[in-house]
């Protein structure tokens, strides 16, 4: 008989993981330590308006904006996400069109178009095309103010990236799965609603919630509107005391605290939406944390006694 023979099992090395961490670690030392302890930063005049009134009511228009316009873009999006996939040539045609101009134009420039809607056209007529026939007439001015136009505007812009994030989710749905629920004779809107759209959810989360963080972002665009939402009340603030950098950071730190709470609330989404597809998901960023430190003390409390 063959003798068997000890394998000898080698830990994997990385002898440049320690030193590229210690560079890491020398390069964010020497980034805080210039801007925390530069006084041209001025972080007594950011302290000074970072929860200024003024400030908080332009963070509430811009979190205001960011709601209404992702709630109604998730809406139309859906329906033109729908049509596309529809059988029906029309529906199919008009909401690429939607998509191809939305998609090209720049948000500024729609927001400018809509923010002058009532210089192009005096009156909102409903009626019958092509006739004089009117049932109802409204004064643009009257309907189209600061807050609606931008809310319309991000809605319009918006509605066509998430149409495309939703087709796409959809289409990565496994055909077999269409064929299933055609199969048990399930009418459309219930295969589409229980079936399909459960599933796409999983490919369409990620891509939606980095659509929301950019459109909280983009809300900054709104300033052409003369809105005070966040960033243009900043610069109206640092435009009369000429204190421009220490504004922009108190801007620039609200909307990385907005964005990591959208991040934040991404992460448990998607994990509630991996419940079905994984047996152990992952446990969240300090639990893995605190099971390495942990498992660090057992094996040096292991090494300890070994010693002696």
Do not use: C
């Not at 809607?117 to 004089?132: A, E, K, M, V």
């Not at 300033?223 to 243009?232: N, S, W």
């Not at 959208?262 to 992460?267: D, G």
């Amino acid at each position: 008989m063959k003798p068997t023979t000890t394998l000898r099992v080698v830990p994997a090395r990385y002898p440049l993981r320690q030193p590229g961490a210690l560079l890491a670690l020398f390069i964010l030392a020497a980034v805080v330590q210039s801007v925390a302890f530069n006084p041209r930063w001025e972080w007594a005049v950011f302290a000074r308006w970072f929860f200024d009134p003024v400030i908080l009511s332009g963070l509430t228009q811009t979190l205001l904006l960011t709601l209404l316009g992702t709630l109604f873009s998730i809406i139309l999006g859906g329906l033109l996400a729908l049509a596309r996939l529809s059988p029906s040539w029309l529906l199919s045609g008009l909401a690429w069109g939607y998509i191809w101009l939305f998609r090209s134009l720049p948000l500024i420039v729609v927001l400018i178009i809509l923010y002058n809607f009532s210089y192009l056209y005096d009156t909102l007529s409903l009626g019958i095309p092509f006739t004089p026939l009117v049932f109802a007439s409204y004064q643009t001015i009257d309907v189209l103010g600061q807050f609606p136009t931008a809310v319309i505007g991000l809605t319009l812009v918006q509605a066509a990236y998430t149409a495309e994030i939703i087709r796409g989710g959809i289409l990565g749905v496994d055909e077999g799965q269409f064929e299933a629920a055609m199969a048990l004779g399930l009418p459309a809107r219930r295969r589409t609603l229980r079936i399909i759209l459960p599933q796409a959810l999983r490919a369409i989360i990620p891509t939606g919630f980095n659509e929301v963080i950019s459109l909280a972002k983009g809300t900054a665009m709104v300033y052409v509107l003369a809105m005070p939402e966040l960033f243009y009340t900043i610069q109206m603030i640092y435009n009369r005391t000429q204190q421009v950098i220490p504004l922009l950071m108190v801007g620039a730190v609200w909307y990385l605290i907005v964005t990591t709470v959208l991040s934040v609330i991404q992460h448990y989404v998607e994990r509630w939406l991996a419940r079905s597809a994984t047996r152990s998901p992952r446990p969240p960023f300090w639990h893995q944390i605190r099971q390495r430190l942990q498992s660090r003390t057992v094996s040096q409390g292991v090494s300890h006694v070994r010693s002696h």
